[in-house]
């Protein structure tokens, strides 16, 4: 039959014997016309009507190859729904093994039916009738999936399908169980879209796992986390802990930091709440009962305040640790010390106590933020002009982020005191920014500007103050927050009520306290517009993701009020309480996008950018596209644009072909929104169509949008390799530099140039845990972020979103022993930026020398003048600087003075010696490896090197890194990639461990570890710390 | 080979049938062969030409489709004429290559030329015309249909008419068609034309019989009849140019909010 294969010419010929009335005639016609149906649908379809006829006649043999036959022209001629109908009617004919492509066509088709009725039946709940006929090719996929091995399609059909029990049979089926586990449950985070199912897919997931030989603990807690079951995490880690193996500890030391990593303050305390009770008093009282104790002392001596703050938290402290063990175990016999050791480690990382140490002293110890920079911008901008100089404050808070690094503003005091009202709010919640994460001494280092009864200071460093308490304790409030509830209380001025608010908001973000609601409310119905502003975000960021219904009685607080800043702030309140909700803010969409009011309807799209965050959700897509090109105001088009960010977080790559079109519109408004939108999502990727979009942007006419341009840039390339931010840093510098350019634009050059540096080079905007979903907090401080629009003070919640990018491993004593990594890849890919060079410094100083050689006499005098202030207040009211120096025995008067001219010239003498030590090492190193990249060629750059944790590790670099050959540390978690913090298994115990020594301070190596070791060490921590810990010379702005 | 034997038999009682002009029995005749004919493995599409019998195969498929088209022609059955017309064609097309070219194949050509310009298709007329070569113009057949198409197309609807009576023998089922094509065509002239007209003119116009029969014919184009005057209805084009501005409108303003649009 081989000839058989002549093609004929037409099937005209075979299309005439279909209307004959021998069904032998019409039967070898439609196998005839079955074999060219690929060749000459065209001609068939003029004829559709005979073949369907025939699939209708019931009587008819051969009714489905007609059914088959016309499916297929259906098929050509794209109109696939009549073509799967038609196929459904072939049965046995239609062969859903072929390869070709009509038939991939038609099962892709098929699926999607199949899923969307699926979906409208389980979750619409409506009665769908779902064809049996659908249902078995379904089946037949399936089956066939798992015949050949291919278990994840089959698993992406089953979630996809809505089929709970399709997908236990695989996973019962497939031969590698946790590998499709884990797929099963990356695909149900990213692309579930509906939350019910979601959460019914993780409660089948988690009991999946706990069927498997050897539970994967760490996966199950963070199922737990997303369906908010803590008393089950509660219950495996108190499991891990007891069950008496070394390696179930370590791995309960790790669930601990991961959960803790995702940033779910609520979740966190009521898992503490359900870990045993026994010793938790002792452990977790004395730091909430040293601040009011404080408190109520500094209320009762203002003049000993400063003293009494210093000495008693280093007392109640030191209680605390000394305390726990000891008192435990008296209240408990039973429970074996070794065990109230352990619980009392895995309270302190759950209390956040331990990460936020160890991080801290990675940041301070790493430091790599080159003052240099900071100093050519201060050099360039005008301190008259208020925009840029608070945006230089900004941009060294941004670089010094949680490192306790306040050189910079020590150095340059006069400068600093330019700041006037709410720049000097600003600049004092930067203080917050820089001493991010000490949640002991948090309130000691702000002492200085905080309220005070019977001292009147200026509201705005009060206020900033109050936020700064806010921006360091962020989502580990529980220290701060009485404090914080008291001082709003107790003040009338909106300006610290602003303050007051905000940092109340921050400290007790997303914990839903119900008294801490009710105070911020009040202070919303005084109808102030300063204070109502605060309230209104404060009230959003307390029930954070609740989605509770207070958002109705807060919208309508926004119809009622006549302020705009107030109904700014509640927007933006709404937005939060909208966080992640998804489905469930639908209803709050819809009524706030039809109000008359554009602010409301500004806070629509942030509610659907929130609330939507990260799930790349296609309707929330349409809708802010539609809103971005057909509203009216503004504003709400480019918060619309702006919040398909927040949308896109989730698939990065994405987002900036969504913007394209928008970054090039007439309305600047909207390509602001744009660049932004690209800023926020493709933060820290160095994507490369971000880039290329963004560098567009930089030329724009408009200043403000070259401004956003800036700022999304900076996210963008922030970490990433130095050849490929150098020249926008060059551009920066130009930007900044030049006089002619419009202030709006220096401002986000400005801004850019800290964020670029964010957290000493050492942080980096994390919008994912380690484990890959979405931390909370960083998300809405991005959010509120974007409000600095409006409010320059907001943009220092920029600081919530910055996590150090390190890797830090730890024993079973949760100290940091010196941990061997290997990363292969080039040494200068992921070295640090080498320091602005001398040239550039000098070409600088050549334009300012007869300014310089002043300032340099200025600072001397100022000097002077600063230590003779520090004698008296020393002397007259034992102010402030005592703090430094709590180790000292608070001596006599005269000893203050040499004290304070100490702290004021060797605190941050040799701090500065460090770094600058540490930043030459880093340069020697990298001109090495540079002049081996250029000169040399490539072939004296080593394809790898190893570096010592804790160390940097940029998320670019995490792929690169592995263990050496025959390390002794192994990470407990299984597969885990290196980076973040690792509970480390030790493979010869007993040999002697070297810890990573934090001896650079000068402190004691001993304590410093313990310190690390966090067990609770907050008075030797406070003593190894003391040096960083030392808040700034007690500068007071001259307004 | 009993297949082919049956069929050579069946074809000939076709053909005495085709002769008699019994064309009841060349139906059910013609049925029959049509399934011999599917079981012969060298006809169209089995296309099996290895075998040694496929010469005398194809020749036999040939004579019965040509047979078929006569008899459709015969008949004057539109139906089996478009499906016998297209089966020989198609037959034709698939045989070219083994074959010798049929001495009839340009006579059947012209016929269904001639087929599709009494039906007034003219499209496919031209299609048709585009695909026979210069050596088949110059057959009787289709020189004759070529020759009636320009004419036609002129508007030298006389010379049609009168050509009419001169066309081959096999022709002959075109020539009432062709009157009822030609007067179809002045009709739509007309309509187009002239806004009423008398209707003795209309009758000689339309070359029609009587007046019965003209009025009769107005009344299905609907036209109005009043007194001896027929009015063509111009009423409907006039709405349709109506229609025609609202939609230009309807356009222009949807392009202008689609402008405003454009980010």
Known sequence: ?1039 | MTVLKDTQQLLDKLKNAYKKNDLATGKTVLGQIKIKLIQLPAVPPNSDFSSPTAQQELLLARDVYEHAVLLALKSQSEAALESSFTQLKTFYADTRSVLPAAPQQWMFAGLNLLRLLVANRIAEFHTELELIPAEGMTVPHVASAVQLEQWLMEGAYNKVLAAGKSLPPECSFAVEQLSATVRDEIASCAEASYPSLKLADAQVLMMLASRKETEEYAKQHGWAIEGDVVHFNKAAAADATAEQHMRLINHALLYAKELERIV
């Open chain 1, 1 to 1039: 039959m081989a000839a058989a294969a002549v093609m004929p010419s037409s099937a005209a010929g075979l299309l005439t014997l279909l209307d004959d009335e021998n069904d032998e005639l019409k039967h070898y016609a439609l196998v005839h016309l079955n074999k060219v149906v690929h060749e000459f649908w065209f001609q068939i379809a003029s004829y559709i009507g005979s073949v369907e006829a025939l699939y209708e006649d019931d009587e008819f043999k051969d009714r489905e190859l007609a059914a088959l036959i016309a499916s297929k022209v259906f098929y050509h001629l794209g109109e696939l729904d009549s073509a799967l109908t038609y196929a459904l009617g072939a049965g046995t004919h239609f062969n859903v093994d072929e390869q070709s492509e009509y038939v991939q066509t038609l099962i892709a088709r098929c699926l999607d039916q199949y899923f969307e009725l699926r979906v409208r039946q389980v979750e619409g709940k409506e009665a769908v009738d779902i064809d049996p006929r659908l249902v078995a090719v379904v089946e037949r996929m399936l089956d066939r999936c798992c015949a050949h091995g291919q278990f994840e399609q089959a698993v992406g059909v089953a979630l996809e399908g809505r089929r709970l029990d399709r997908l236990q049979a695989l996973v019962a089926a497939a031969p590698d169980q946790p590998a499709l586990l884990g797929y099963a449950l990356r695909v149900c985070q990213r692309l579930v879209v509906n939350k019910d199912f979601r959460q019914q897919v993780l409660r089948l997931l988690i009991r999946l796992y706990e069927e498997c030989e050897q539970p994967d603990y760490v996966v199950i807690c963070q199922c737990l986390m997303f369906l908010d079951d803590a008393p089950e995490v509660a219950k495996i880690l108190n499991k891990l802990l007891s069950s008496g193996r070394e390696d179930d500890v370590l791995l309960a030391y790790q669930i601990a930091f991961d959960l803790v990593d995702n940033e779910l303050q609520s979740f966190i305390i009521k898992v503490q709440e359900q870990l045993p009770k026994l010793p938790e008093p002792p452990a977790a009282e004395p730091p909430a009962a040293a601040a009011p104790a404080a408190a109520a002392d500094g209320a009762a001596d203002a003049a000993d305040a400063m003293d009494t703050d210093a000495a008693a938290p280093a007392a109640a402290a030191a209680d605390a640790n000394g305390g726990p063990a000891p008192a435990a175990a008296a209240a408990v016999p039973e429970m074996a010390p070794e065990m109230v050791e352990k619980l009392s480690k895995l309270r302190d990382i759950l209390s956040g106590k331990t990460p936020i140490g160890l991080n801290l002293e990675f940041l301070y110890h790493n430091n790599k933020a080159d003052l240099q920079i900071l100093k050519n911008i201060k050099g360039a901008v005008d301190a008259r002009v208020s925009v840029a100089h608070s945006a230089t404050i900004l941009a060294n808070a941004l670089m010094h982020t949680g490192t306790s690094i306040d050189t910079f503003l020590r150095e340059n005091l006069e400068w600093l005191s330019r700041a006037t009202n709410w720049a000097k709010f600003s600049a004092t919640a930067g203080l917050g920014v820089i001493h991010r994460g000490q949640l002991q001494q948090g309130k000691a280092l702000m002492a200085p500007y905080l309220p005070r009864d019977g001292h009147t200071g200026s509201p705005y460093s009060e206020g900033g103050a109050l936020y700064a308490l806010g921006l360091i304790t962020a989502n580990h409030g529980a220290g701060t927050q009485p404090f914080l509830t008291e001082s709003l209380r107790a003040s009338g001025n909106p300006i610290i009520q602003h303050g007051a608010c905000l940092g109340l908001g921050l400290a007790a973000l997303g914990t839903n306290d119900e008294e801490v609601f009710e105070d911020l409310k009040n202070v919303l119905y005084t109808d102030d517009a300063v204070a109502g502003e605060a309230a209104g975000i404060a009230m959003g960021l307390l029930c954070c993701g609740s989605g509770s219904d207070k958002a109705q009685e807060m919208l309508a607080y926004a119809h009622d009020t006549q302020h705009e800043k107030i109904i700014r702030g509640l927007a933006m309140g709404l937005a939060l309480i909208s966080y992640g909700i998804e489905e469930a803010a639908d209803t709050l969409v819809e009524q706030m996008a039809r109000e008359q009011d554009p602010i409301l309807r500004y806070g629509a799209m942030y509610v659907i950018g929130l609330a939507y965050r990260g799930t790349g959700n296609n309707a929330a897509v349409q809708k802010l596209l539609h809103y971005a090109v057909s509203d009216v105001a503004d504003d709400v088009r480019r918060a619309a644009v702006l919040c398909l960010g927040f949308v896109l977080m989730g698939a990065p790559e994405q987002c900036p072909k969504i913007v394209a079109l928008l970054a090039e519109s007439f309305n600047p408004h909207v390509r602001y929104g744009a660049a932004m939108a690209v800023g926020l999502a493709c933060a820290g990727t160095g994507l490369r169509e971000a880039v290329s979009l963004l560098e567009a942007m930089l030329g724009d006419g408009t200043d403000f949008v070259r401004q956003g341009a800036c700022i999304a840039l900076a996210l963008v390339l922030a970490q990433q390799p130095e050849a490929v931010v150098e020249p926008f840093r060059k551009r920066l510098t130009k930007s900044i530099t030049d006089k002619h350019e419009e202030v709006m634009a220096r401002m986000g050059s400005i801004m850019a140039a800290g964020i670029l540096d964010a957290g000493g080079r050492n942080a980096s905007v994390a919008l994912r845990s380690g484990s890959g979903y979405f931390r909370r907090t960083s998300v809405v401080g991005l959010a509120v972020f974007t409000g600095y629009w409006y409010w320059y003070p907001l943009s220092y919640f920029l600081s919530l979103s910055l996590a150090p990018t390190a890797v830090i491993g730890l024993d079973s004593q949760l100290r940091a022993p010196k941990l061997e990594l290997v990363c292969n890849a080039r040494p200068s890919l992921f070295a640090y930026p080498p320091p602005v060079t001398t040239e550039t410094s000098k070409e600088v100083a050549k334009v300012e020398k007869a300014v310089l050689s002043t300032t340099a006499k200025a600072r001397e005098r100022q000097k002077k003048k600063d230590a003779e202030k520090q004698k008296e207040e020393a002397a007259g009211k034992a102010a402030g600087m005592d703090v430094d120096e709590p180790a000292k025995p608070p001596a006599a008067a005269a000893d203050a003075t040499a004290a304070a001219a100490a702290a004021g010239d060797s605190s941050s003498g040799p701090k500065e010696g460090d770094g600058a030590a540490a930043a030459g090492g880093a340069a020697g190193d990298d001109k090495a490896a540079d002049a081996a990249g250029k000169d040399k060629e490539k072939e004296k750059e080593p394809a790898s090197f190893t570096v010592t944790a804790p160390c940097r590790v940029v998320p670019h670099q995490v792929k690169h890194m592995a263990l050496p050959a025959g390390s002794r540390w192994v990470p407990v978690k299984r597969g885990a990639p290196l980076s973040g913090i690792l509970v480390l298994r030790d493979l010869t115990p007993g040999e002697p461990v070297e810890y990573a020594s934090s001896g650079t301070t000068g402190g004691p190596a001993a304590p410093g570890a313990a310190a690390a070791a966090g067990a609770g060490a907050a008075g030797q921590q406070q003593q190894q710390q003391e040096p960083e810990a030392a808040p700034p010379a007690p500068f007071e702005f001259a307004p």
